[in-house]
């Protein structure tokens, strides 16, 4: 039995599931992937409802009740009436004006950053981000910068293991042992690095123009917890690497204007 969704939009259950399904797009977007119509099914299926239109990114879906497994209900296929988004810009265009991904994206992402501490700030929340969503991160930016001594490089380089365990007791945090050790690490090796270039923003720009591969290898040599995801996006979202923007997209100018690294290469 195949269930259109034109027979079913009167459905109530349907229209109040219906921003639920909206809100865990958004969420699959905060890892910054791109959005693919596998994960319109994942969460059209998780939410048990026989059918439902998503309208924002203009995918139908059909179910049907499976024969062969206990008549659990399967998406049957989708038929996309128009692309999805496929970039994080075009993802959040759809978002409201005051959700954090819009915030993250129009203030701050690729933007250059020039105080040391917030450039470690940055790193923090990239490496903690490793496996979890990005949404998670924005939501809890503010309890990092609290947690981590205001992302201070020499106060988080000065950590005791009294500190150690107050941060693996913070619920508000991560509270995973390898990140946080990593960050104190990563704080000290930055110290060191500070007394050899003057600053961590000087040690990124003299080593700057290089590719991915060659950053990753430099970070892994210098840094822990930091795989090619973690420094692709760390230097992109710091304007080193080029690609945080589209062209097309409204804030592409806006951080052309603040010069970012990745221009001079
Ligand atoms: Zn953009």
Known sequence: MVLDTERNESNTEVRKV???IIKSLCGSVSSRRTLCPKDVQQYGSVALYRSLRLEKWGLTQFFQYSP?????LITTHHKPLMQPPTTYC???????ADSLHRIYHDTA?????HDDNELFGRLILEINQAG???????KKQE???KAFSQFDIEKVAAFTEEDKARLLNDAG??????KIEAVIHNARKIMELKQEHGSFKAWLDNHHPKSLGEWTKLFRKTFRFVGGEIVNEFLMSTGYLPGAHVEGCPVYEKVLRQKPAWLDT
């Open 143 to 145: 309890n990092f910068r």
């Open 173 to 178: 945090i991560i509270r995973n042992r390898l």
């Open 18 to 20: 219906f921003p639920l």
């Open 68 to 72: 062969t497994n206990n008549q659990q």
């Open 132 to 138: 979890l969503s990005w949404t998670l991160m924005l």
């Open 109 to 113: 992402y690729g933007f250059p950053l």
């Open 90 to 96: 075009d993802a959040v265009a759809g978002m409201e």
